[in-house]
């Protein structure tokens, strides 16, 4: 079983930054790809980022240029760099964890761009 907490958001202006943190409970990155989702009222869930367990990181296009994902091994944590947020970035961001076997998710941490 994996537990994953993240934290980090909150309310920012256009144009502003956050980094969302993502820890796991366990050492968890050389066997997981770690991702960061959102999902926006009356959206679906969207991949956002996404670190492989050998370092391969890949992006959806509406955050190309602006977000970055990252992790810490020594700490058993995935960051999310964001800058320029857009209010159209404005959703729930999910924390996941996935192999063959198994998915784990965070419970989520709300980011609002708005001014």
């Known amino acids: 079983q994996v537990q994953l907490v993240e934290s980090g958001g909150g309310l920012v202006q256009p144009g502003g930054s956050l980094r969302l943190s993502c820890a796991a409970s366990?050492?968890?990155?050389?066997?997981?790809?770690m991702g960061w989702y959102r999902q926006a009222p009356g959206k679906q869930r969207e991949l956002v980022a996404v670190i492989l367990s050998g370092g391969y990181t890949n992006y959806a296009d509406s955050v190309k240029g602006r977000f970055t994902i990252s992790r810490d091994n020594a700490k058993n944590t995935v960051y999310l760099q964001m800058r320029n947020l857009k209010p159209e970035d404005t959703a729930v961001y999910y924390c996941n964890a996935e192999n063959a076997r198994y998915i784990y998710w965070g419970q989520g941490t709300q980011v609002t761009v708005s001014s």
């Open positions: 366990r050492s968890i990155f050389s066997t997981y790809a």
